[in-house]
């Protein structure tokens, strides 16, 4: 988790100025490692703990988006039965509004969250037992946007491997078939693995993954040289699941 902030004295209008006011090398770094850049001023600093924390109050990661917005943009996500509790972190660079709704359509604000934190360019909003269902982010504004939907929840993607033809570790290669080994924590039922975009938008999907355990083995054709991998299928109860891998990951042009 890693956060930018107006460095050269009082700049209020900040992140929403015109040039690069966020840096390209900082938001790349946070990507591949698998942080989330957010947007604050020096004087909200004091309100940033929910953010600097999620990794560890929230470990499963449900959504992850970055990318560069132009008025509205919506992300819906199901949230399964396993979730006790939910946590949305969102920075827009030039903010107009980050809105979070439950499956009802009923819109999340300070009265009815859990804790609702709302600065300039970003806002975290957390529920507890959230009721399963689509739930839905909207953001709108212009400018970088980042985004992750978090939960506690035993359902987790870790670790992802690619391998070689021998079963030895590789890096992902661009256009080329090759199989991947993930790590999954709980039990998802009829899972299958899908590729996205670093804005999210589906690139791929991978049918018949081969689990032994906790690890799954699937093909995987990256046709893009940024992205990310998600875990889909349906927890015990039959409600949908979705885990996404915070890394974008780079798939390396063959030689």
């Not at 940024?226 to 889909?232: E, L, S, V, W, Y």
Request: contains cysteine; neutral net charge.
């Amino acid at each position: 988790m890693q956060g930018q902030n107006g460095q050269q004295g009082p700049r209020p209008e900040w992140p929403c100025v015109a040039g690069r006011a966020v840096d390209p090398a900082f938001l790349e770094t946070s990507e591949s490692t698998g942080g989330q850049v957010f947007l604050f001023q020096k004087s909200e600093a004091a309100q940033t703990t929910v953010f600097l924390t999620a990794d560890h109050t929230h470990p499963a990661t449900i959504v992850r988006a970055v990318g560069s917005l132009s008025g509205a943009g919506e992300y819906e996500f199901p949230v399964d039965s396993t979730v006790s509790s939910l946590l949305i972190t969102a920075s827009v660079q030039c903010r107009k509004s980050i809105g979070v709704f439950r499956p009802s359509g009923t819109e999340m604000m300070a009265a009815n969250s859990t804790r609702s934190v709302d600065l300039q360019a970003s806002r975290a909003v957390i529920v507890d037992n959230p009721e399963p269902g689509k739930w839905k982010v909207r953001l709108e504004g212009t400018g970088v946007f980042v985004l992750a939907v978090r939960a506690q929840s035993p359902l987790r993607l870790g670790e992802i491997n690619f391998l070689n033809e021998n079963g030895g570790a590789a890096e992902p290669r661009l256009g080329a078939a090759q199989t991947a080994m993930a790590y999954v924590g709980g039990t998802i039922n009829r899972a299958r693995f899908d590729v996205l975009g670093p804005s999210g938008q589906l690139l791929g999907t991978s049918e018949g993954a081969q689990s032994a355990s906790s690890a799954y083995r699937f093909a995987i054709t990256p046709g893009a040289e940024r992205f990310r991998i998600r875990i889909a299928g349906t927890d015990g109860a039959g409600w949908p699941v979705e885990r996404t891998a915070p890394i974008l990951f780079r798939a390396r042009a063959q030689n």
